[in-house]
């Protein structure tokens, strides 16, 4: 290894020493060349690098490779001995990247005042002026660290534009887009980026690229470089290519976090945002992908002028491929309940199947819904649109289109255009729902004709640039990102850095059942704890307004779609389920649905299972809320549970809202390290002085008869026939009970007619369901007793609610009922049996009510008690904990305790260890039947 710093004798002017020299030398730029077996190659190289014009000092590097051929170090050595700035070095060979590494370091220990190095392989050329040119560029550009060329070959010819403005985006999803031939700052290099010495194969230029990503450094194209890159038949690249997949397989599982959709997510929108939105009284656009995150901002004059350079110079400039016109008030209203993220997303997927999408608002104060009508092409539009969105090939088909006949027909009730119409409703106001001075409509006309009057329209076909192109289209860099992540489309939601934890609930419905109850229930100690919390609507996709959330949910966001909520083709223990590859599992759209999340949480979602072991290998916490052992028409024990044994691997953890529950999941093979146990508590939030309050005034204006009350569907499962023959023995036998029947009429096969209609024969009122919290508790305040003869259940919220108000639970011992009331001493548990015993139980219990005021009055102060020692928060935290132990940075809020999550004992019996308050029980095993006598 040679170095020019000591004198060799019988050589006048030439001077020789070892590596790793004091540092003292002068170079502001170090030319790197690695070589191994180029020796003619080389002297092109070498005299490029010689024949630099610059008012700055520039080394020369040779890192000879160990090449087995005389003639390279015989090469290297003469220029070393010729020129006082050339440096020949040798080591053992270990590939390009160990040679441009002891060129980085020696260049880095050599020169005190390097500030950048470029890397020249021997095969290829530089223009004289390339380095003076290229640090200046660098120098007086902020922010960019390395300058890359466009692509000049001889040899095999090709001349290739890379002049797009720097985008990772591209550079990681597309190709890489940076010739290893580039100056890079020393900053890079002092950072501790180097060529990975494993790659031996190619591609290590990408590598080495894609780490100064992930250290913050940016590149830029410097388009008058004067790089010559020598293309033959056959090279390294060529055999690199065949190897694509392999090596691209390494790079994404080392730079993990690079092609994390979250990540390419925020590049799109600062690189090559998704969409722009056109005010209707504003000359100013906004470009975004994430419209709540500060984004930019452009004229309309500077818009047009990009749109048509677009279409001349596609690879190099683009505009955003979906166009929105609507006022920033109405994004405003939509933002403010919620919805902004999810009409983006849904009217991105509907504009792949129509010409236009149109939006508008309709007032509801008690519910969030989406309601997706198939108009145009002759079908009538019943409303003036607030909002419009189209593609942008829509929109240059419509700017090349010589007639107005057909755009201009969405100014009437018949478009000719195919448009899905989507209708929000919310608790919009009436300013909301009213359209500007200039209608979306007018302003969608007005964009076409600013692009059509333009002076910068040209013909088609008309390129500004000699060079080729070599990337891909501009505008539709959002199909890289879809690429990259397996989904589509992708709701445009951006993670902000140190941004709290996301959490996502996800529903098949989203009314005001029980497992709905708990999900928000779980949802307000999330938020509470520092969560963003965010809902998720597979079916239906209307969402019924609760005022307890009111602040909960960060975003609510529907799936708006004929999505199967359970079957499949596939069978587990007879139960049919989606797989990820199956087609009704729609795993491209769901993944884009639920991207950007850190924790799912599925609440009987059956298909979503099917992306889960996706979520789940992206980084998502994937957690399964188990809340009942269903039965099927013939008794067989049916339900969600079966589905967490299929997929018990793709689950991070399990919920269950029972002893019983956790331990038959645990007897059927699902690990106890994964079960939580989280004990229901009520279903909506009380003051324990209202609580108290309420109960006070059970005694006012009674009459003496006992108050029963059911609240639920009027089916099978809740044993409302058992209701039904109770009230009627009753009525005979002459005990008298003032009943409230609560719920959805619901018609049972063979019952011979409604039970709205045969309660009316025995002069009871059957009302309808009840939704709002304080007539909920004023009724449970009311009645005495709370009747659920059900033929099988988890553990119902319900029962805790009317606990909470001294109302009496009198319920089947099925499930995990038995968990809830203690039979005899804070409610009365009937046999779980046939329908015979069932109903002589409920019948003796009541009749045992109604005939004795004190031990109705002790069973309604130790309900009230039992209520009392319940909350979500203290059932949460073993939950809380788990996600604490998972992201340790962001949930500095929950308090770490020595609770463990849970072990097996040695004994027969299994266990949950851990205090009652934080949600861990003794499991017991039960068997046993309990009466009323």
């Known amino acids: 290894m040679l170095q020019h710093t000591g004198s060799r004798p019988g050589l006048p002017n030439v001077r020789y020493a070892q590596f790793g020299g004091s540092g003292t030398a002068s170079a502001t730029v170090a030319i790197v060349i690695p070589v191994y077996k180029h020796s003619v190659l080389l002297t092109e190289a070498i005299d490029a690098a010689l024949a630099q014009q610059a008012p700055f000092n520039i080394a020369v590097v040779i890192v000879d490779d160990g090449c087995p051929f005389p003639e390279t170090g015989q090469t290297g050595r003469a220029y070393a001995l010729a020129y006082d700035n050339v440096y020949y070095l040798r080591k053992a060979n270990g590939g390009l990247s160990s040679a441009r590494n002891y060129g980085i370091d020696f260049a880095l220990r050599s020169f005190s005042d390097l500030e950048a190095v470029y890397f020249l392989d021997a095969d290829n050329r530089i223009t004289p002026s390339a380095i003076r040119v290229l640090l200046d560029f660098m120098k007086s550009s902020d922010g960019v660290d390395w300058v890359y060329p466009n692509i000049d070959k001889f040899g095999i010819e090709w001349n290739g534009n890379y002049t797009a403005e720097y985008s990772r985006l591209l550079h990681v999803t597309f190709d890489n887009i940076c010739e290893a031939g580039s100056l890079v700052s020393r900053s890079l290099l002092d950072a501790g980026v180097r060529f990975d010495e494993s790659m031996k194969s190619g591609f290590e230029d990408w590598d080495f690229w894609l780490q100064a990503i992930s250290h913050g450094f940016k590149g830029a194209n410097y388009p008058f470089f004067g790089f010559e890159y020598r293309q033959r038949a056959e090279s390294m690249l060529r055999d690199s290519n065949r190897t694509r997949d392999s090596i691209l397989g390494y790079i994404k599982d080392k730079h993990k976090k690079l092609f994390s959709t979250e990540t390419l997510l925020g590049w799109e929108h600062e690189e090559a945002p998704r969409f722009v939105a056109f005010g209707a009284d504003t000359y100013l656009v906004d470009l975004f992908t994430d419209p709540v995150v500060a984004h930019k901002k452009r004229s309309i004059e500077e818009f047009v002028k990009t749109f048509w350079a677009a279409q001349a110079e596609p690879e190099t400039y683009g505009v955003p491929p979906f166009w929105l016109w609507m006022s920033p008030a ?97 608790p919009f106001s009436a300013e909301d729902i009213q359209g500007t001075a200039l209608s979306a409509t007018n302003s969608l006309l007005a964009t076409l004709g600013a692009l059509r009057e333009s002076g910068y329209r040209h013909g088609p076909g008309e390129r500004w640039i000699w060079r080729s192109a070599y990337f891909p289209n501009r505008s539709k860099y959002f199909e890289l990102l879809r690429h990259s992540a397996g989904a589509a489309p992708i709701m445009p939601r951006l993670g902000r850095e140190g941004a709290p934890l996301r959490v996502g609930l996800l529903l098949p419905i989203a009314t005001f059942g029980g497992v709905e109850k708990v999900a928000y229930a779980a949802a307000r100690v999330l938020k509470k704890a520092g969560c963003e919390v965010h809902l998720y609507v597979f079916g239906k996709p209307v969402y019924n307004h609760i005022s307890d959330n009111d602040g909960v949910f960060d975003t609510i966001n529907f799936l708006a779609d004929d999505y199967p909520l359970w079957g ?8 049919e389920l989606l797989m990820g590859h199956d087609e009704n599992a729609r795993a491209e759209q769901v993944l884009g649905f639920l991207s950007g999340l850190d924790v799912v949480i599925n609440n009987q979602l059956a298909p979503a299972n099917a992306i889960f072991g996706e979520l789940r290998r992206r980084g998502v916490k994937v957690v399964n809320y188990v809340h009942v052992l269903d039965s099927s028409e013939l008794g067989r024990p049916a339900g969600h549970p079966y589905l967490t044994l299929a997929y018990e691997h793709i689950y991070d953890s399990v919920l269950t809202c029972s002893r019983d529950m956790a331990e038959w999941l645990h007897g059927m093979g699902v690990p106890v390290a994964k079960l939580l146990h989280i004990p229901n508590a009520a279903g909506y939030p009380m003051a324990p002085e209202e609580a108290k309050r309420l109960s006070d005034n059970r005694q006012q204006d009674r009459d003496g008869r006992l108050r029963a009350v059911f609240l639920g569907r009027l089916d099978r499962q809740k044993g409302i026939e058992r209701i039904f023959a109770a009230a009627r ?76 108000l001294g109302c009496v639970p009198v319920a089947t011992d099925v499930g995990a009922v038995s968990e809830l009331i203690e039979n005899k001493v804070d409610g009365l548990l009937l046999r779980s049996s046939d329908d015979g015993v069932v109903t002589h139980d409920l019948i003796t219990a009541l009749e045992t009510l109604a005939k004795s005021e004190r031990l109705l009055r002790t069973l309604s102060t130790n309900a009230s008690q039992r209520s009392a020692e319940r909350s979500w928060e203290k059932s949460l935290q073993p939950f809380l904990r788990q996600l604490h132990n998972w992201f340790p940075d962001r949930l500095q809020s929950i308090r770490r305790t020595k609770a463990p999550v849970a072990q097996i004992s040695s004994s027969s019996e299994t266990t949950v260890r851990g205090s009652a308050a934080d949600g861990a029980t003794l499991w017991q095993q039960r068997g046993r039947q309990t009466s009323v006598r």
């Open 568 to 575: 499949g083709p596939n069978m587990f223990s007879g139960h």
């Open 729 to 804: 023995a009753l009525k005979r036998k002459g005990v008298d009970i003032d009943w409230r029947i609560v719920g959805s009429d619901v018609m049972d096969a063979g019952a011979g007619g409604s039970w709205k209609e045969r309660f009316a024969e025995l002069g009871i009122r059957v009302d309808p369901p009840i939704y709002d919290s304080r007539r909920l508790s004023r009724l449970l305040a009311w009645a005495d007793a709370f009747v659920l003869p059900s033929r099988w259940e988890g553990a119902p919220l319900t029962i805790i609610e009317a606990q909470r």
């Open 330 to 426: 109405h994004r405003d209203a939509l933002k403010s309940c919620g919805l902004l993220h999810n009409v983006l997303w849904l009217t991105e997927r509907l504009s792949a199947s129509h010409h236009f999408v149109a939006l508008r608002f309709e007032s509801d104060k008690d519910r969030l819904a989406i309601e997706v009508n198939e108009l145009g092409e002759g079908k009538e539009l019943a409303k003036k649109p607030l909002g419009w969105m189209c593609s942008l090939d829509i929109m240059k088909q419509c700017v090349e289109d010589k007639s107005d006949d057909w755009i201009r027909t969405l100014r009437g009730a018949n478009p000719a255009p195919k448009i899905a119409e989507v209708v929000v409703r919310g």
